[in-house]
């Protein structure tokens, strides 16, 4: 992709890096065991949304007979990536099937994990794992990325050497260190998103995960921390958006939330 083409296609984006601040209000029976299975939020409730600016045409003044060197220095918006950042209360409740509470105890600031991916099926808890190579370049494929030249790619944005902190899906423990039946390491793909001052930050990272059939991008629920845009958030993560080639479709994802 060259710049040129990179700022036209910014204009035709729905949704940028960042874009959108999402607070997720749960009502659900949440367990704070190790062995629960994650569960969607009740309710989803969008703030607004906001993308990176355009700025101005520049100017120099041309003086016939002169030769000028000029660099340039431009930031335009990914088109390869959706960004979502916001806040989390939840409730644990003993009740029964007709969604009628026993007991509940309010979750002020929980812990835990927000999981997403663009199937409307539930994904097979029991199968999940560090999505591998050859699914991280798969979703490149899929975003419609060319992996030898755009920045912004998966495989370039997720590094199996980036830390976080282990934790579970249901019983399955997550970690950069793992490894599997045959006592080789497991690669996790993680990233960590910026803090106020633009540096990347342990307090929100993210690990690309897999069902072996779905892409599920799980973003690691913090205590709440100064993020990006100079204000507390408790998470802040990215998911994939194919905006190649002036593409402004928009896709769904389906969140689910596993809090502790």
């Not at 209000?25 to 703030?47: D, E, H, K, N, Y």
């Not at 520049?58 to 918006?77: Q, Y």
């Not at 990914?78 to 003993?94: E, K």
């Not at 494929?141 to 980036?162: E, I, K, M, W, Y």
Request: hydrophobic letters at 35%.
């Amino acid at each position: 992709m060259d710049l040129v083409g990179g700022i036209a296609m910014k204009y035709n984006l729905r949704l940028a890096l960042m874009s959108t601040f999402v607070v997720f209000l749960l009502g659900l029976a949440f367990v704070s065991s190790a062995s629960a299975a994650p569960v969607g939020p009740t309710v989803i409730l969008p703030q607004g949304s906001s993308r990176y600016g355009t700025p101005g045409a520049a100017n120099i003044s041309a003086i016939a007979g002169n030769v000028t060197e000029i660099n340039f220095n431009v930031s335009f918006s990914s088109t390869t990536w959706q960004g979502y950042y916001g806040n989390i209360t939840g409730t644990i409740v003993l009740g029964n099937s007709a969604n009628q509470s026993l007991y509940d105890w309010n979750v002020a600031t929980p812990r835990g994990q927000i999981y997403a991916t663009r199937t409307s099926l539930v994904p097979t808890w029991t199968a999940i794992r560090c999505a591998n190579r050859t699914e991280i370049n798969a979703e490149d494929t899929a975003l419609g990325v060319n992996q030898s030249f755009d920045q912004d790619s998966v495989n370039r944005t997720f590094l199996n050497t980036t830390e976080f902190g282990a934790f579970y899906v249901g019983a399955t423990l997550i970690n950069s260190t793992a490894v599997n039946g045959t006592g080789f390491p497991i690669d996790c793909f993680a990233t960590q998103l910026n803090d106020q001052n633009g540096d990347p930050t342990s307090a929100f990272s993210e690990v690309i995960l897999s069902d072996t059939n779905n892409t599920v991008y799980t973003g690691i629920i913090s205590m709440p921390t100064t993020g990006f845009d100079g204000r507390s958030h408790q998470f802040q993560m990215l998911v994939g958006e194919n905006g190649q080639n002036g593409d402004s479709t928009s896709t769904p994802y389906y969140f689910y939330l596993e809090l502790s």
